[in-house]
């Protein structure tokens, strides 16, 4: 909710959606540092996996999640509370890296380039071009035979789509 909130109010070009449910906001935060570096065991939206501990995902959502409230924090002209968790947010980010660093890579696949990006991604988009099968994109593949494993249509793939945020954000 709190990168939401975030994605809002920078498209929007204020923060007063966040400041009508700063206390809120503040709770969830304040949850995400003592708890989202390295999340214990839970239900996560990979629920079918049923609840796992350390996940990446969680982590890296907390983590982000702790920089946007900095960034609305800043848009709010509260420069203390901003600086506050910024940093937090880049101190939890060098621990996440440092904890899910495997020598040559990262255990999840990370990148800048755009080239490595484009590697990552080309199969991915030439497989939902070109699949025959006509199910929303989904989260959960067999991945011997292209077909779904269950779910349909999830709020979850919007992730697939984050790179196209990077630049307009900024």
Known sequence: M???????AALEGHARYAEEHWNMLIQWVNYLLEN????ENQLCTDDFARHL???VNLSAKAIMGIACHGKLAKMLGRDDTAEKYTDEAKRMAREWMKMADDSSHYRLTLSDDPETFRKLVTPLHRFINETTYRVPMIDWYHTDSGRHAGFKARSVVGGYYIKLLETRLE
Do not use: F, M, N, Y
């Open 36 to 39: 989202g570096l390295d999340p």
């Open 53 to 55: 501990a350390h996940s």
């Open 2 to 8: 709190v990168i939401l909130t975030t994605a809002i």
